[in-house]
């Protein structure tokens, strides 16, 4: 096999963009903290819903993870 029949991988994400995506994500995952949170602290016990909290926790924490954790490492060059 030689080498220079083998294409180089290139990223599906730019990373010009690792900031932007970073910045996005961030204030995704703290819009909905901040809904699970008002969600909480509104509703009393009779009308919550557990499907309801746990279904907007996990989007939270979802965007807050890979917030917190790919995008700042992918920004400042450290690639996972």
Known sequence: MEFE???RYTSPVNPAVFPHLTV???ATGL????CFLVYEVTSTASTRCIYKELLIALVASLFMGLESFLFPLLWV???V
């Open 77 to 79: 060059g450290i690639y």
């Open 5 to 7: 029949a083998l294409s």
């Open 24 to 26: 996005v994500l961030l």
């Open 31 to 34: 819009f909905f903290t901040a």
